[in-house]
């Protein structure tokens, strides 16, 4: 019963530097979702994807990438990282438009120093 | 652009006693509201959720109310127990993206 995996856990960043994070589900959900949670506040929609090949961009997608090869993955890629992008990043998926079985990953906790 | 708020942002009750919580959105057209848990260093939870058409939904000692006229939903939990300690988040859908309240953490005293 996997769900949504998230890796890694854990990372810091110096910046100017780049990374990936992984995101894989095994429910076969077409739709998938990335966000970040900064302290205190709700989650904020960076980029989500509404089958392979497909891609939008949400209400906060400046200095991030993403693709969808496939149904089961959804990277997020950092570029040129910065001390703003310094939050924890949660994958989600779900099979519906409107949000059925929404199921979220454990999440990605990012420093950028 | 959708805005969530949920009142109060912290709470702290002794075990038994019932819990209370708020949300409100400002564009009631929505497909449908979630309430999540997110428990420290973990993911979010689903544990509610109510379609625009309903007014309540149950799960257990969980009853969460939808009043989308008013741009408000109420998620409450009888006879709350330390295990019930977490931040709940209240979560509407509306342009196929959910926007988020920034939750209310609540604190359980046995």
């Known amino acids: 019963n996997a769900g949504v995996t998230q890796t890694p856990k854990f990372r810091i960043l110096k910046i100017g530097q780049s990374m990936t994070l992984q995101c894989t589900q095994d429910m076969n959900h077409n739709y998938m979702y990335w966000y970040r949670q900064d302290p205190g506040m709700g989650l904020k929609l960076i980029y989500y994807?509404?089958?392979?090949?497909?891609?939008d961009k949400g209400e906060v997608p400046n200095g991030y990438n993403v693709s969808r090869s496939t149904t089961e993955d959804f990277p997020l890629r950092l570029e040129l990282a910065a001390p703003s992008q310094t939050s924890v990043y949660f994958c989600?998926?779900?099979?519906?438009?409107?949000?059925?079985?929404?199921?979220f990953g454990s999440g990605t906790r990012l420093t950028v120093v | 652009k959708q805005e969530v708020t949920q009142i109060p942002a912290a709470l702290s009750v002794p075990e038994g006693e019932n819990l209370v919580l708020n949300c409100s959105f400002t564009d009631s057209a929505i497909y449908n509201l979630q309430w999540f848990r997110q428990d420290p260093g973990k993911g979010l939870t689903s544990l509610l959720l109510?379609?625009?058409?309903?007014r309540e939904q149950t799960s257990g000692r969980l009853n969460a109310s939808l009043d989308k006229s008013s741009g408000r939903s109420t998620l409450y939990i009888a006879a709350s127990q330390p295990g019930d300690s977490a931040t709940y988040l209240c979560a509407v859908m509306s342009d196929y993206k959910l926007s988020f309240g920034a939750g209310t953490t609540v604190t359980v005293r046995a």
């Open positions: 989600a998926s779900s099979y519906s438009k409107t949000g059925g079985g929404y199921t």
């Open positions: 994807s509404v089958g392979a090949g497909i891609t």
């Open positions: 109510i379609q625009s058409s309903q």
